[in-house]
């Protein structure tokens, strides 16, 4: 079953972060490429608006998602601080492949922590990457804990995109290293005319939708909807409640997503900056996956929540009005992986 959160005075709000713009450290990295951006107007069509485009994340640096724009930043830039120290991370697949794999650019050594619900593939990828993983049979948000303290009693540095008093300074260079995505979508669409009028966003502890925000509330009018697993909605549940809660999690195709609560460092501009939330469901996911596929677009069940999303929304007067859709609205979808970062 759907649920939906919408808070109106979001688009008229405006941040006070300053504005990010790591395009240009990201450019320098060998590899860069802007990453695709597919014009729909089929799924157009099928949604009543205007244009549908979706930013496909499945080829990042060689990396089947988007989480290196962030990783990358963070790492190198803790690494000038401390060379040499050995690099930490928990997750749940693409972040600690992403902190892994800049951890080996750089010549420091990484350790990964993950919960054993993810699978064997995204575990081999992690150790594929030089990395020493430690698989822990603990919920991912206690995995986070776990990684913590290692860091803290043993050495390292923790690279975390999940923000708590007293530790902001990099999961704050893993939401600027996020922008990169936003202006080449900004770029990319401009050369076909156009401008986002929304945007879906894939949420877990909610740094992705931090950097929406520092993006689009500046004024723009662009809506912003979240995105989470319906066994996984710790960011519509806290907005509901107007504070940060708990909420339990389970098994979902949508691993990266399967996050119980909300980054204390997210959680203000989420609050303040999100338009909306919705929840989809694993079959709504699988069958995004499915249509964007036939359509040529490569998106994993994270990625392909976006879609599910967009027709969980325009499928419903009341949201479209919450949302400000018209029949000419464009509609940016994030499809943040490739199916090869989770396969269903």
Same mark, same amino acid.
């Given at each position: 079953m759907?649920?939906? +959160? ?15 713009? %790591? ?8 590899? +860069?490429?802007? %990453? ?11 949604? *009543?608006?205007?244009? !549908? ?16 724009l /962030?990783?990358?930043?963070?790492? @190198?830039?803790?690494?000038?601080e #401390?060379? /040499?120290?050995?690099? !930490? ?8 492949r992403?902190?892994?794999?800049? &951890? @080996?650019?750089? *010549? ?10 993810? %699978?064997?593939?995204a ?7 030089? &990395? ?7 919920? +991912?948000?206690d995995?986070?804990? +776990? ?13 975390? $995109?999940?923000?708590?008093? *007293?530790?902001?300074?990099?999961? /704050? ?17 401009? &050369?076909?005319?156009? #401008?986002a009028?929304? !945007? ?6 909610g ?18 909807? !979240?995105?989470?697993?319906? /066994? ?22 949508m ?6 609560v ?8 989420m ?9 989809v469901? $694993? ?10 596929? &036939?359509?040529?677009?490569? #998106? ?14 325009? #499928? ?15 509609l ?13």
């Amino acid at each position: 079953m759907t649920s939906w +959160y919408s808070n109106s005075p979001a688009r008229q709000w405006v941040t006070a972060a300053p504005p990010a713009d %790591t395009r240009a450290f990201h450019e320098a990295l060998d590899g +860069y490429a802007p %990453t695709e951006l597919v014009h729909l107007p089929s799924l157009a069509a099928e949604l *009543g608006v205007g244009h !549908v485009v979706v930013k496909q994340e499945n080829d990042r640096f060689g990396l089947p998602a988007f989480k290196f724009l /962030g990783a990358s930043h963070a790492v @190198a830039r803790a690494l000038e601080e #401390s060379p /040499g120290s050995t690099v !930490v991370a928990a997750t749940d697949g693409n972040h600690g492949r992403a902190v892994a794999r800049m &951890a @080996a650019r750089l *010549g420091a050594p990484a350790r990964i922590f993950v919960p054993s619900s993810i %699978t064997v593939a995204a575990q081999q990828a992690i150790t594929g990457e030089g &990395a020493q993983l430690t698989v822990l049979d603990i919920p +991912y948000d206690d995995v986070v804990q +776990y990684a913590r303290v290692v860091a803290q009693t043993e050495g390292g540095i923790l690279v975390q $995109d999940s923000a708590w008093p *007293g530790y902001e300074r990099i999961p /704050g260079w893993i939401v600027d290293g996020y922008s990169t995505l936003f202006h080449e979508a900004d770029t990319q669409l401009a &050369a076909l005319g156009l #401008s986002a009028d929304l !945007v879906t966003v894939p949420t877990g502890v909610g740094a992705l939708a931090v950097a929406a925000v520092d993006h689009y509330r500046r004024g723009s009018g662009t809506s912003i909807v !979240v995105v989470e697993p319906d /066994g996984a909605a710790c960011v519509l549940a806290s907005l509901e409640a107007g504070e940060p809660v708990e909420v339990p999690t389970g098994m979902t195709i949508m691993n990266g997503l399967n996050c119980g609560v909300v980054s204390p460092g997210a959680w203000p501009p989420m609050r303040d900056g999100v338009d909306a939330a919705i929840t989809v469901s $694993d079959a709504q996911s699988r069958q995004a996956v499915l249509d964007l596929r &036939a359509l040529g677009v490569d #998106s994993g069940p994270c990625g392909a929540a976006s879609l599910a999303a967009a027709r969980a929304l325009c #499928s419903s007067a009341q949201r479209r009005d919450d949302a400000g859709l018209t029949a000419s609205s464009v509609l940016l979808l994030l499809s943040t992986e490739g199916l090869a970062a989770n396969p269903m």
